[in-house]
């Protein structure tokens, strides 16, 4: 099948495998796996005008709510940290458009910038993995809370095996208990977590704009540092990050289609066929990891979206340099 605005050619059946296998995975994390979409189409599709970074967002649209329902639907969805994640990211992705079209089109050029975001993030999470042994005060409780988590999983389960479905385990829900300018605190698996407003939305600006010139919403990056940084059971923060990357690829893919006539040199804007396949794999892949993620401890889940950062950014640096690696 010819895809005209990307100017391609694949089968229609590879675009949705290919989300659904990924999504599944990157889900898990709170990743919605478009980062990792986005080298696919560039270097296995051969898809390299700047409209890819659209088409990438027209995915996540797609593609989330499956997932984001699925955390809403068991309550682990901490709406406040969603509104603080949106109100950042939303200006940072107006602006990340605008200088990937303006100072990004060349595809060389954009994967090295790809590279060194990608680098540093997985980076950063293995170093802090490899940490484990001289735990913070933040870090015990989090796993303390972790370890909590899944044994309410389990007691839920035998309670439902049992006949007793109609019995919800209070724990295993998200609850605020205070948000303010200053800061967000919510309880979860009898735990207190509590994170600064302003560091959440400075960050969330600075994820904004790199997912602006990235393609995507921001989850793949945002979600390793709620959890590295702040110290946030990756069972709560999975749902924000993935609604934050709704709302903000809605708003990505809205901007790159209202600038497309101001650059009729560049493809710009995305091609809904090919996105909307990919979406509807994704959709499939994201529901079920998200469906799955209770039942899996957090630290393979980190070492997952470890290792995926680095890949990625290993073959982007590879091709910015003309080596071929993977």
Not at 12 to 19: C, E, K, N
Not at 80 to 103: C, D, E, K, Q
Not at 232 to 256: C, H, K, N, R, W
């Amino acid at each position: 099948m010819y895809f005209a605005a990307a100017d391609i050619y694949v089968s229609v059946w590879i675009p949705p495998l290919v989300a659904l296998v990924i999504s599944f995975f990157t889900s898990l994390g709170g990743l919605s796996g478009a980062f990792l979409l986005l080298p696919f189409q560039m270097s296995v599709l051969g898809y390299t005008s700047p409209s890819v970074s659209a088409t990438n967002q027209v995915f996540s649209i797609v593609a989330i709510p499956s997932g984001a329902y699925r955390y809403l639907k068991e309550g682990r969805m901490v709406w406040p940290l969603v509104w603080v994640v949106v109100a950042g990211s939303l200006p940072g992705v107006f602006l990340g458009a605008y200088i990937r079209l303006t100072y990004l089109p060349d595809p060389r050029n954009f994967k090295l910038f790809a590279a060194a975001v990608l680098l540093y993030l997985g980076l950063s999470m293995a170093f802090g993995l490899l940490r484990r042994g001289r735990q913070s005060v933040a870090k015990q409780t989090q796993d303390a809370s972790e370890q909590r988590f899944h044994q309410l999983v389990r007691s839920q389960h035998h309670q439902e095996t049992a006949g007793s479905a109609g019995r919800r385990e209070p724990l295993l829900v998200t609850k605020t208990t205070h948000f303010n300018l200053r800061s967000l605190g919510y309880t979860f698996c009898g735990e207190q977590f509590e994170v600064p407003c302003w560091g959440i939305f400075s960050l969330s600006l600075a994820v904004g704009v790199v997912g602006g010139i990235y393609g995507i919403g921001g989850g793949a990056i945002i979600a390793p540092f709620f959890v590295s940084v702040f110290g946030l059971p990756v069972y709560t923060v999975a749902g924000a990050a993935l609604l934050g990357t709704l709302v903000t690829s809605v708003a990505g893919v809205s901007f790159y289609q209202l600038l497309a006539p101001y650059y009729p040199g560049l493809a710009v804007a995305p091609d809904w066929q090919l996105g909307l396949l990919f979406g509807l794999g994704g959709m499939v892949g994201i529901y079920l990891g998200a469906r799955c993620q209770k039942h899996i401890p957090a630290r393979p889940i980190k070492w997952l979206i470890c290792a995926v950062l680095l890949f990625t950014a290993g073959k982007y640096g590879a091709d910015f340099w003309g080596f071929s690696i993977f």
